[in-house]
């Protein structure tokens, strides 16, 4: 079975410095991991993925996750946050041999001015 | 590219009535995913689709929930009769075959009352 766990229900932080949203992962083989974020009365939006490679991915917005096998974590960081960034933040696990996503519970991220 | 789109946005009705929700994927994807979250917890699967027949139908709760995909295109899920904890947001999501990424609609809100 194939699980997420997202330890923050809410993670504050002051615009400018640097965010990061914590999720750790238990799959039976590799795994494929995600983040999606969803803004107020929108729809999930696809941020970033690791498949293979290298730890270290890119995606929307500045964006970017490091894949740690030893520590099963795909923790999603940004170097400088923007208030615009406020929103619902959720990680999600996919075992090759499947194909539907696992979900965390979401971290709620408030950037203030 | 069109997104993946959800109707209605909202619905509310009373308990032991029938809903039906419907999902158009993105164009091309062949690939058609239903989750839901029940009041503020995990977004867990409800099924997948590929094309027009079920590969993973495991995460329907009960009989009282059928989902189809009339010639692979867009997808309803019935809810008869629809009970209180079937509250929640229904998100259909769509993914091309040859891709990892799955993209999700706005979400339709469910409540019963």
């Known amino acids: 079975a194939q699980s997420v766990a997202q330890p923050e229900d809410q993670v504050n932080v002051a615009e400018g410095n640097p965010l990061t949203v914590k999720c750790t992962y238990s799959v039976s083989g590799n795994p494929y991991l995600f983040w999606y974020v969803q803004y107020p009365n929108r729809g999930l939006q696809f941020l970033l993925k690791y498949i293979t490679g290298d730890n270290l991915v890119k995606g929307s917005y500045g964006f970017e996750a490091e894949f740690n096998k030893s520590q099963t974590s795909f923790h999603l960081k940004k170097p400088s946050a923007l208030v615009s960034d406020s929103a619902l933040y959720f990680c999600a696990v996919r075992d090759p041999n499947d194909y539907k996503l696992s979900f965390g519970a979401g971290t709620t991220v408030t950037v203030r001015a | 590219e069109a997104g993946v789109t959800q109707f209605p946005s909202h619905s509310v009705i009373e308990k032991g009535q029938t809903v039906t929700l419907r999902c158009d994927p993105i164009s091309g994807h062949d690939n058609l995913y239903w989750y839901r979250r029940v009041m503020g917890k995990e977004i867990k699967f409800l099924l997948h689709?590929?094309?027009?027949?079920?590969?993973?139908e495991s995460g329907m709760p009960n009989n009282r929930f059928l989902a189809e995909r009339t010639g692979g295109t867009y997808s309803t899920l019935k809810v008869q009769p629809a009970e209180l904890e079937d509250s929640g947001v229904y998100f259909c999501a769509s993914k091309r075959q040859d891709r990892y990424e799955q993209y999700f609609g706005p979400g339709t809100r469910l409540t019963v009352t």
């Open positions: 689709f590929v094309k027009e027949s079920k590969q993973d």
